[in-house]
């Protein structure tokens, strides 16, 4: 393993092409992470053809900094305007935007920055001594454990918000529900699509969110009259103090963990790893009622997940040749194009590609922190615009964006609903969080249990005699239950402070 680094350093050092491309696709990938619309997995695609004129290591390199670089730049445009640049900084937008309109924008984006750092190092880390084990072990996750990791996520909804617990499970099983909108992901026969083809595809999950978030958000603003610059002054990123990120860093390191597990996940991706890591993040935190108003620990846990869980999507990619996310299933695209076939051999037969992909995204992370510092300075100069402005481009933005994603005009249709449903949901205090959450875990656990009833001729016993799915649903029971006694404690204090006062 030793040579194999040294040949890698030797390969990426040996000339300035290997370095700019590396650079290069760091910067790119941030501004591509930061515009709604847009995400890394466009940032990828629109580079493959590129990568015909360079060798395959080189333009494995440029890809894989463009997939750093787009997961944390998501998190510049969530905290500033509260409109998340890519699927996975949704859960940063929950506390990052309140923090942000409390006058700490530059402490927000400077614990996004750290957090995204520190778990995509963790992530690398994993990739580079762990790779070919870590891969074995996801191949044991069926059907029955991906419903149990989901449902543990979904319970997180009992934790989240401080105001009444009713519209928080209320708004989590709206999410629910509107992920079963579409066509049946086994039987592929239509559900709740009031006989229209158009919702056969289902409800797009980034023009939702840009919808519930970005948009809501305008019309929100908007409303009040108000000015960006009176809410967010002139802002840089300020990075936190070691102080702060000793205080942080269970939440980072528990966050990263999940980051990587779910990472090596096949098909799951950062976005859900963000969320879990959100989920848990309440659910251990001794004040939740804090989520959701401007945490600390509600920006630092989603970034750390989601950056950790790129490292994590390589492993399957390069060590079984599955692709671990949306990203790496274009990267695949890339690699066959050039004749390379990830899989078990990859490592044997192409050991200086295979670590010098390693060695150029843990580069590409310390990249991330120099560039993410003045990619969030830059944006955040459109905060000396009038906000009639500013509000009209991200809606532009937004509207741009979402119908690049498949040039479709039903997705500009949801995110409007969703852009309105958002701005109702603020105005009546739901909270957005147990929505969001019921929306990305909701199918997972579905499907994932409809598959696990199939193969086991539906009874229910194989599930819970599985050691991994029972001791990940007996920690869901336990953390539900932990919720509502959590919730009943604030309001039993809520009803004595009333009786003092």
């Not at 015909?52 to 305007?81: D, H, K, N, R």
């Not at 019309?219 to 300020?238: D, H, M, P, Q, Y």
């Not at 920006?299 to 950790?308: C, G, Q």
């Given at each position: 393993?030793?040579?194999g680094y ?13 370095i ?9 990938g941030?501004l ?14 629109l580079?493959?053809p ?7 290591t080189?333009?494995?390199?440029l ?9 944390y730049?998501?998190?510049i ?13 949704a ?14 924008a ?21 990739l ?12 044991s ?16 909804i ?27 992901p086994?039987?592929?026969?239509g ?19 840009i ?12 409303s009040?009259?108000g000015?960006?610059?009176e809410?967010i ?11 702060e ?18 990472g ?6 950062a ?21 959701g108003?401007?945490a ?28 671990g996310?949306?990203t ?8 066959t194009?050039?004749?390379?076939v ?5 490592m ?11 060695v ?21 100069k459109?905060?000396d615009?009038?906000y ?11 509207i ?7 040039n ?27 929505l969001?959450?019921g929306?990305v ?5 579905e ?15 194989p ?7 029972a001791?990940l ?6 953390s ?13 204090r809520a009803?004595?402070?009333m009786?003092r006062l």
């Amino acid at each position: 393993m030793l040579d194999g680094y040294i040949s890698a350093f030797e390969y990426i050092f040996s000339g300035p092409l290997s370095i700019l491309l590396i650079v290069g696709g760091t910067i790119w990938g941030i501004l591509f992470g930061a515009v709604p619309g847009l995400t890394g997995i466009v940032g990828v695609a629109l580079l493959i053809p590129f990568t015909f004129a360079l060798e395959p290591t080189q333009g494995l390199l440029l890809l894989g900094s463009v997939y750093v670089g787009s997961t944390y730049g998501g998190s510049i445009s969530a905290i500033l305007f509260n409109t998340p640049g890519s699927p996975e900084a949704a859960c940063t937008a929950l506390d990052g935007h309140p923090m942000a309109k409390q006058g700490q924008a530059g402490r927000a984006l400077g614990i996004a920055l750290s957090a995204s750092a520190i778990g995509g190092i963790f992530g690398t880390l994993a990739l580079m001594l762990l790779a070919p084990p870590l891969a074995r072990v996801a191949l044991s996750f069926g059907p029955a454990e991906y419903f149990a990791l989901a449902t543990l996520g979904i319970t997180a909804i009992a934790s989240i918000g401080s105001g009444s617990f009713l519209k928080g499970i209320l708004s989590g099983l709206i999410g629910i529900g509107i992920a079963t909108v579409g066509a049946d992901p086994l039987t592929g026969i239509g559900r709740f699509t009031f006989g229209n083809d158009m919702f056969l595809t289902g409800v797009g999950f980034v023009p939702a969110i840009i919808g519930l978030f970005a948009l809501s958000e305008v019309l929100e603003r908007f409303s009040e009259r108000g000015v960006v610059g009176e809410v967010i002054a002139k802002t840089s990123t300020k990075l936190p103090s070691i102080v702060e990120l000793i205080t942080l860093k269970w939440t980072l390191l528990r966050s990263s963990f999940i980051g990587l597990v779910i990472g090596i996940l096949p098909g799951v991706g950062a976005t859900t790893a963000s969320f879990i890591g959100y989920s848990e993040a309440v659910r251990w935190s001794k004040t939740p009622e804090k989520f959701g108003k401007g945490a600390p620990e509600g920006i630092a846990a989603p970034e750390s997940a989601n950056n950790s869980a790129v490292g994590g999507a390589m492993i399957p990619l390069l060590a079984l040749g599955i692709p671990g996310s949306a990203t790496t299933a274009v990267m695949l695209g890339g690699l066959t194009i050039h004749g390379i076939v990830p899989g078990p051999l990859l490592m044997l037969q192409n050991k200086e590609l295979v670590f010098s992909v390693f060695v150029g995204m843990m580069l590409a992370n310390l990249l991330m922190i120099v560039f993410g510092l003045k990619a969030a300075t830059i944006f955040a100069k459109v905060l000396d615009v009038p906000y009639a402005l500013v509000g009209s481009a991200i809606a532009v933005f937004c509207i741009t964006g979402v119908y690049a994603l498949n040039n479709n005009m039903i997705d500009i249709a949801v995110m409007l609903s969703f852009g309105a449903f958002g701005f109702f949901l603020k105005k009546f205090d739901v909270p957005i969080a147990p929505l969001i959450i019921g929306m990305v875990l909701g199918p997972i656990a579905e499907t994932n249990l409809r598959r696990a009833l199939i193969l086991s001729d539906f009874r229910l016993d194989p599930i819970i005699s599985s050691p991994l799915s029972a001791s990940l649903l007996i920690l869901s029971v336990v953390s539900l239950m932990y919720g509502f006694y959590g919730q009943y404690r604030r309001f039993k204090r809520a009803q004595m402070q009333m009786k003092r006062l």
